[in-house]
């Protein structure tokens, strides 16, 4: 199946059959039904804490009143429980990769990013998930999971209510985090430690 | 037949929920309603969800709200992309099939970011209705113009209505329109909108949510003192191009009450989700709702109306009249699509 808009599909190619009295009427081949809708979006309250922040430099996420888990962006719920997280935690602005993707190819409207491009998980230190982020300052083949990064800020005169104002994220140096810790091993991790810290302190 | 019943509902209704997004709102309403059962995540069996991307303006939004249930570990669960009246019959059928004694029923409806008038626009058939992008309110007004011409209806009887909506409403904290004072001369007075329909013909835009819990056989007699019991429950459909049909009647709405024995026994009360008084005494009419029948107590869905929730949210107001001892045998209506063309009836009782 041809997926080239110029070329007529073959439904539409062959003669169009009209009763004797639409003879001298033209046929209609195609009809063109264009839908716009527009929407102001307004975030959220979880939403509008995280945005706001963002212009004094700070990263907030919401604690889960459930186990504690910190998760950012904040969404004003801990999602596996269906649970309110009303209460805001500030992350600071280090982490690692938890995971990631070069890009090779070129996004519609943002000729601001050079390619090769490298997306990934950004998962901050106390936070229990990651987010999204763009990792730079470093070749696209040194890129590696576990990676420890922090933020690139834009200028202070140029902070405003967006997760915009983090440019990329570019190596901290030190140790990286091992495989088996990081991204969304990190919380696994974080439970069997903490259940065998449990159960040596039951041994006692 | 298993019998099944509603043991707990919860909902949440303002004229518009600007910096509360559709998880912040479903979360307090879901847990209200699972938890005043005692219930949590864990113990329902099936979870259903109604809802529209078209009012979130973004694609698989339900997923997103998903996140106000808690599906960790994964949870037995489906979405219609309808009224969530129709997913509590997706839940009565499960229920029925059996194997699981309860679910969870929400739906929720966030319009105020968009124009409705215009979304509504996207139910009507691609090819000739849908490009000519007519305003809700005038397709509206079409019907009101041809059973007031018709003598199906009369200019009183339709303030009648809103009159009913507006008084009833006075007493109803989640309404987002009411008067307590509001009287058939000054509904008469009002300048039409959409003529010859007027502000109070049309019902209240609201933003909102609502969830049900529902329980089948003795897990509903344990988790509420006074059940109310679906004894039938039915939903029909009408052909989508209105030049095919009557728009002075609504045959499917007439079908599923009979369907579901609406009229066995005397109906104390009766939920009537029509967005408009038009559509609203076609609805008197066809579900054969008597004067002893208290309609829409509640004011109804003109006081307000959720979309995509204002079915399931009628549903609930009438479920709550048995849980309260209020009524003995209770009518909960949804509708569905361009000129009351889908209709659900769901007929309750108290034991």
């Known amino acids: 199946m041809s997926t080239d808009p110029s070329v007529t599909p073959a439904a539409l190619s062959g003669e169009v059959h009209l009763p004797e009295k639409l003879a001298d009427v033209e046929p209609v081949r195609s009809v063109?039904?264009?839908?716009?809708?527009?929407?102001?979006?307004?975030p959220g309250a979880a939403s509008s804490g995280y945005l706001n922040a963002f212009a004094d430099r700070k990263i907030l996420g919401q604690r889960s009143p459930v186990d504690g888990a910190?998760?950012?962006?904040?969404?004003?719920?801990?999602?596996?429980?269906?649970?309110?997280?009303?209460?805001?935690?500030?992350?600071?602005?280090?982490?690692?990769?938890?995971?990631?993707?070069?890009?090779?190819?070129?996004?519609?409207?943002?000729?601001?990013?050079?390619?090769?491009?490298?997306?990934?998980?950004?998962?901050?230190?106390?936070?229990?998930?990651?987010?999204?982020?763009?990792?730079a300052g470093i070749d696209t083949s040194e890129v590696r999971m576990g990676m420890r990064v922090r933020a690139v800020w834009k200028?202070?005169?140029?902070?405003?209510?967006?997760?915009?104002?983090?440019?990329?994220?570019?190596?901290?140096?030190?140790p990286d985090i091992p495989v088996t810790a990081a991204g969304t091993n990190a919380w696994h991790a974080k439970q069997i430690t903490e259940s065998e810290e449990q159960a040596a302190g039951e041994g006692r | 037949?298993?019998?099944?019943?509603?043991?707990?509902?919860?909902?949440?209704?303002?004229?518009?929920?600007?910096?509360?997004?559709?998880?912040?709102?479903?979360?307090?309403?879901?847990?209200?309603?699972?938890?005043?059962?005692?219930?949590?995540?864990?113990?329902?069996?099936?979870?259903?969800?109604?809802?529209?991307?078209?009012l979130a303006g973004q694609a698989f939004s339900f997923v997103h709200t998903l996140d106000a249930v808690g599906a960790v570990p994964p949870i037995s669960e489906s979405h219609v992309e309808m009224d969530g009246a129709w997913a509590l019959y997706e839940s009565w059928v499960k229920l029925q099939i059996g194997g699981i004694d309860t679910a969870l029923v929400y739906s929720y409806g966030k319009s105020s970011p968009g124009s409705l008038r215009d979304v509504l626009c996207t139910q009507l058939d691609p090819y000739y209705l849908g490009p000519l992008w007519p305003d809700a309110f005038a397709m509206a007004a079409l019907q009101a113009r041809i059973m007031l011409e018709s003598g199906a209806v009369s200019d009183q009887r339709l303030a009648e209505i809103a009159v009913r909506s507006l008084n009833g409403a006075a007493d109803n904290p989640l309404?987002?329109?009411?008067?307590?004072?509001?009287?058939?001369?000054?509904?008469?007075?009002e300048e039409p909108i959409a003529d010859p329909l007027r502000p109070s013909d049309c019902a209240?835009?609201?933003?909102?949510?609502?969830?049900?819990?529902?329980?089948?056989?003795?897990?509903?007699?344990?988790?509420?003192?006074?059940?109310?019991?679906?004894?039938?429950?039915?939903?029909?459909?009408?052909?989508?191009?209105?030049?095919?049909?009557?728009l002075t009647r609504a045959p499917s709405a007439h079908k599923a009450a009979v369907e579901a024995g609406a009229g066995n026994d005397r109906l104390d009360a009766a939920e009537l989700a029509a967005p408009f008084t038009t559509q609203e005494h076609i609805l008197?009419?066809?579900?054969?709702?008597?004067?002893?029948?208290?309609?829409?107590?509640?004011?109804?869905?003109?006081?307000?109306?959720?979309?995509?929730?204002?079915?399931?949210?009628?549903?609930?107001?009438?479920?709550?009249?048995?849980?309260?001892?209020?009524?003995?045998?209770?009518?909960?209506?949804?509708?569905?699509?361009?000129?009351?063309?889908?209709?659900?009836?769901?007929?309750?009782?108290?034991?």
């Open chain 2, 284 to 351: 008197e009419a066809e579900l054969g709702l008597g004067s002893d029948t208290a309609v829409n107590a509640s004011g109804g869905a003109l006081a307000g109306h959720t979309m995509m929730a204002a079915g399931l949210m009628r549903i609930a107001d009438a479920a709550r009249q048995i849980h309260e001892g209020q009524a003995d045998r209770v009518l909960g209506h949804a509708a569905s699509g361009l000129f009351l063309q889908q209709n659900l009836v769901c007929v309750m009782e108290g034991e």
């Open chain 1, 32 to 42: 063109r039904t264009p839908i716009r809708l527009e929407y102001d979006f307004i």
């Open chain 1, 70 to 135: 910190v998760f950012v962006p904040p969404r004003g719920v801990d999602p596996r429980h269906g649970a309110a997280t009303p209460d805001y935690v500030e992350l600071p602005d280090t982490g690692h990769v938890g995971g990631f993707c070069v890009t090779r190819l070129p996004i519609p409207g943002r000729d601001d990013l050079e390619i090769p491009y490298v997306s990934a998980w950004i998962h901050l230190d106390g936070a229990d998930i990651g987010f999204l982020g763009l990792v």
């Open chain 2, 204 to 246: 209240a835009s609201a933003d909102g949510g609502v969830a049900v819990v529902l329980a089948a056989g003795d897990r509903a007699r344990e988790l509420c003192e006074r059940p109310a019991w679906i004894r039938g429950i039915d939903h029909r459909i009408d052909p989508h191009q209105p030049g095919v049909r009557d």
């Open chain 2, 175 to 189: 309404a987002v329109r009411s008067s307590a004072d509001a009287a058939v001369d000054s509904v008469l007075a």
């Open chain 1, 155 to 174: 200028p202070d005169d140029q902070l405003g209510r967006t997760a915009e104002n983090i440019l990329y994220w570019e190596p901290s140096g030190g």
């Open chain 2, 1 to 54: 037949m298993r019998d099944i019943a509603v043991v707990s509902v919860a909902q949440q209704q303002q004229k518009a929920l600007t910096h509360t997004t559709e998880v912040e709102l479903m979360v307090p309403i879901i847990n209200e309603a699972r938890g005043a059962v005692g219930l949590t995540q864990d113990d329902i069996g099936f979870t259903c969800s109604g809802s529209s991307d078209f």
